[in-house]
């Protein structure tokens, strides 16, 4: 089994800053690609950023200059600090990653459990 579990989330006042950690754990092989996903009240969920096992890395445009994606490999950790929150960035925050599992041929598009971001003053 393996699981992803997200921490950091909470309530900060506009302009503040916030990090998340995801850290995927059980029987893993590799990690490739991880993004971090966001979805508002009424809402589709939609891609945050994203970085790839090469740590290449891309975000969409409204949280671009703001928001760092990271990975530490070696904790099969992925990281989003969040900086300059606006009151647009609330949302529940979900991490992804494409996960190899020793013995299983197909990779495995794992997700966490959600972590709430609510910025308001």
């Known amino acids: 089994q393996v699981q992803l579990v997200e921490s950091g989330g909470g309530l900060v006042q506009p302009g503040g800053s916030l990090r998340l950690s995801c850290a995927a754990s059980?029987?893993?092989?590799?990690?490739?690609?991880m993004g971090w996903y966001r979805q508002a009240p009424g809402k589709q969920r939609e891609l945050v950023a994203r970085i790839s096992s090469g740590r290449s890395t891309n975000y969409t445009d409204s949280v671009k200059g703001r928001f760092t994606i990271s990975r530490d490999n070696a904790k099969n950790t992925v990281y989003l600090q969040m900086n300059s929150l606006k009151p647009e960035d609330t949302a529940v925050y979900y991490c992804?990653?494409?996960?190899?599992?020793?013995?299983?041929?197909?990779?495995?598009?794992?997700w966490g459990q959600g972590t709430q971001v609510t910025v308001s003053s």
């Open positions: 059980g029987s893993i092989s590799s990690i490739y690609a």
């Open positions: 992804n990653a494409d996960i190899k599992v020793p013995g299983r041929a197909p990779l495995l598009s794992g």
